[in-house]
């Protein structure tokens, strides 16, 4: 069993900064990839970014050059650090991964920019 958890969403200003975390427990040894997606009401998820074991990352068009994805293996944690944040980036943030075949999902945290 995977277990993801999410942190670091609030209330920021456009402009402003925010870093998410999504620590990461249970079996995921043949984990080779983590991701972040963001949703809001009535709109599919959206892709945002992945990060590799091996550190290659990519990114959605639209967070590129204002979001950085980042991992420690050793801690089993993923980073967002996302910057120039603007009123359309309000969305719930989930983390991803797939484990021998199986999508997991944390539970969100809500990210809201205000004009």
């Known amino acids: 069993q995977v277990h993801l958890v999410e942190s670091g969403g609030g209330l920021v200003q456009a402009g402003g900064s925010l870093r998410l975390s999504c620590a990461a427990s249970?079996?995921?040894?043949?984990?080779?990839?983590m991701a972040w997606y963001r949703q809001v009401p009535g709109k599919q998820r959206e892709f945002v970014a992945t990060?590799?074991?091996?550190?290659?990352?990519k990114y959605g068009d639209s967070v590129k050059g204002r979001f950085t994805i980042s991992s420690d293996n050793a801690k089993n944690t993923m980073y967002l650090q996302m910057s120039n944040l603007k009123p359309e980036d309000t969305a719930v943030y989930y983390c991803?991964?797939?484990?021998?075949?199986?999508?997991?999902w944390g539970q969100g945290t809500q990210v809201t920019v205000s004009s």
């Open positions: 991803n991964l797939v484990h021998l075949g199986v999508p997991y």
């Open positions: 249970g079996s995921i040894f043949s984990v080779n990839a």
């Open positions: 990060i590799t074991t091996g550190g290659s990352t």
